[in-house]
């Protein structure tokens, strides 16, 4: 589930004041972090409501969606993850789990084949060095 092997985890998020089309519009672009100084990957966004969007990221930073709204004017009231890959979390409470069907693990399974150990940054370098 590394962020270089770019597995989609899907949210909800409600923000503390209505979503523009110029918010979605630089969320889905990316968002430069200057903490971390990185710009997020571009992202699925979508506008779920007055103050609500659903967003897909195939990256993985520590408190991404967070950081991503606060950089834009926006808090973060709710932050649900709906799915990670091919898995619906459904109505799971938190640290609550459930066995995977047998349909889900064999999709995981396939989705991951290509998948490595190292990070972005690794992956990235490794490309730059011709490896």
Request: aromatic residues 6%; charged residues 35%.
């Amino acid at each position: 589930m590394r962020s270089g092997n770019a597995h989609e985890k899907e949210y909800l998020v409600k923000v503390n004041r209505p979503v523009t089309d110029d918010f979605i519009r630089k969320m889905k672009k990316g968002v430069f972090l200057p903490e971390l100084n990185v710009t997020t990957r571009p992202c699925v966004v979508k506008k779920a409501g007055e103050k609500t969007f659903h967003i897909i990221l195939t990256q993985g930073l520590n408190r991404q969606i967070r950081r991503m709204c606060g950089q834009l004017g926006f808090e973060v009231r709710m932050l649900k993850r709906l799915r990670i890959m091919n898995v619906e979390l459904g109505d799971l409470k938190p640290g609550a789990y459930r066995e995977l069907s047998k349909r889900e693990y064999h999709q995981m399974k396939e989705a991951l084949k290509g998948s490595t150990n190292r990070s972005y940054k690794e992956q990235k370098k490794e490309k730059s060095d011709g490896r």
